[in-house]
């Protein structure tokens, strides 16, 4: 299939062809849906944690005697209606980590760039360039292109310049082409190709 590149000004430049075996993947949402659960539970420290009862510091002495006092009866301080008491189901570390075999995740991630690209909520651009690594230059870029929303700017390499730029806007945020995943794709509302990022892609993902 064939795709419309842009330059930054939001002129039509050219026109690239595009490997359906990348860009042309029939749209699995529930594949989409799983890789996305194991994306963000993969990034789940789980490293949380309370003591319960018995892992309290202190002695289990009874506090007072029984009866006659006016007091509750208590058998030990370290329960968990006192101050510095343990925890009831007290957290614990965990492991929150889910596995997806790889072909599924190459499949998930290539079904939503190819949904992305049949919803034209992608574009290709023959280059994103910056001459002063200014906020100001790549909203510009951004308002030339009407993009009011969340937009991934996807680069063939790492690119100081483009961080640096976008380090404090909110909806707009780089990365690379062989770091791109699942997640970044649909959790941003638009995404940016540069052509160099789309001969990355189907030279990693092409069959």
């Known amino acids: ?6 330059n930054m000004q939001n002129s039509e430049v050219g026109s690239i062809t595009l490997k359906d075996s990348v860009f042309g993947v029939e749209y699995n949402e529930p594949l989409i849906h799983e890789a996305v659960v194991a994306y963000n539970a993969n990034n789940r420290q789980g490293t949380k944690s309370a003591l319960t009862r018995s892992e309290v510091r202190g002695h289990a002495k009874k506090p007072w005697k029984q009866k006659h006092t006016g007091h509750a009866r208590q058998g030990s301080t370290k329960g968990p209606q006192f ?8 957290p614990k570390p965990r492991d ?3 596995k997806l075999n790889k072909v599924a995740r190459r499949f998930a991630l290539l079904s939503a760039i190819s949904q ?8 290709i651009l023959d280059e994103f360039k910056l001459e002063n690594a200014k906020t100001k230059e790549v909203k510009a870029f951004l308002d030339a292109f009407g993009f009011k929303a969340s937009t991934l700017i996807v680069l063939d390499d790492k690119n100081e ?3 640096k730029a976008t380090n404090n806007m909110q909806k707009t945020s780089v ?8 997640y970044d794709v649909v959790a941003n509302k638009q995404v940016v190709l540069t052509k160099s990022a789309v001969k990355k ?6 069959e």
Not at 1 to 6: C, N, P, W
């Open 1 to 6: 299939m064939k795709a419309k590149v842009f």
């Open 83 to 90: 101050v510095g008491g343990g925890v009831v189901f007290a």
């Open 96 to 98: 929150f980590s889910k």
């Open 161 to 163: 310049s483009a961080l």
């Open 175 to 182: 990365t690379t082409s062989d770091l791109l995943n699942v």
């Open 201 to 206: 892609l189907e030279e990693a993902y092409a």
């Open 116 to 123: 992305k690209l049949a919803q034209k909520e992608l574009v």
